[in-house]
């Protein structure tokens, strides 16, 4: 069984402070997809990684895959209320059709 | 920007009722998935179909379950014989050859 695991399960900060989300596997991945989804709505794409050690920027989120391509990470900088919500990673295998395993997710507070 | 959409937004339905969500997949895509989230749990994988038919499905893809692209832009998921532990959101995915999976804003089925 592919499992991701994410951590911290919840994080509650302040507005202007730094967070760092994990997503772990003993799995390889071809690629690694980061999510955001708020209450009620689909996942929406945040950034795809497919190298090992490929680190990706998205304005103030930074998103890197392991070097194994078991596990990656999604760094925010000086977090701001909007970026409250639910983070989720997913991984898809080599072959097969890009079937998506997700991990459950990390929710994230951000407060003014 | 192009995006996956479905209908219904909410189904209610009673137990051993036939239902049928909707989806339509963005247009030059030739991948499309199903997923499935239970309330508080993962996003789960349930079938990815191509080139008309299912090219892989999850242990919970059971004989209930149906998919059909009856059109050039329809993609749609029926369960055949409801059953309580159906009531979950229901998301469709969709892909380009070689892109990554967009997701629709979900279909959130109620079973009493």
């Known amino acids: 069984t592919q499992l991701l695991e994410q951590s911290p399960q919840f994080l509650s900060i302040q507005e202007g402070e730094n967070l760092t989300v994990y997503c772990n596997s003993s799995?390889?991945?071809?690629?690694l997809q980061w999510y955001r989804q708020e209450p009620g709505e689909g996942p929406v794409l945040l950034v795809t990684?497919?190298?090992?050690?490929e680190v990706k920027k998205l304005k103030r989120l930074t998103f890197q895959f392991g070097d194994a391509r078991k596990d990656s990470s999604l760094h925010i900088t000086a977090a701001q209320p909007g970026d409250t919500g639910l983070y989720l990673c997913a991984g898809a295998r080599d072959g097969g059709y890009n079937k998506l395993i997700f991990g459950a997710g990390t929710r994230l507070a951000v407060h003014p | 920007e192009p995006e996956v959409t479905q209908t219904p937004s909410h189904q209610v339905t009673q137990m051993g009722q036939e239902v049928i969500l909707r989806c339509v997949p963005i247009?030059?895509?030739?991948?499309f998935y199903w997923y499935r989230q239970i309330l508080g749990q993962k996003v789960e994988f349930l079938v990815s179909f191509y080139n008309n038919e299912i090219s892989e499905k999850s242990e919970i893809f059971d004989d209930q379950f149906s998919v059909e692209r009856p059109d050039g832009s329809n993609f749609t998921l029926k369960i055949r014989s409801t059953k309580l532990e159906d009531s979950a959101m229901y998301f469709c995915a969709s892909r380009a050859l070689g892109g990554e999976q967009y997701f629709g804003p979900g279909t959130r089925l109620t079973v009493t």
């Open positions: 799995s390889v991945f071809s690629s």
């Open positions: 990684v497919v190298t090992g050690g």
């Open positions: 247009s030059n895509h030739l991948y």
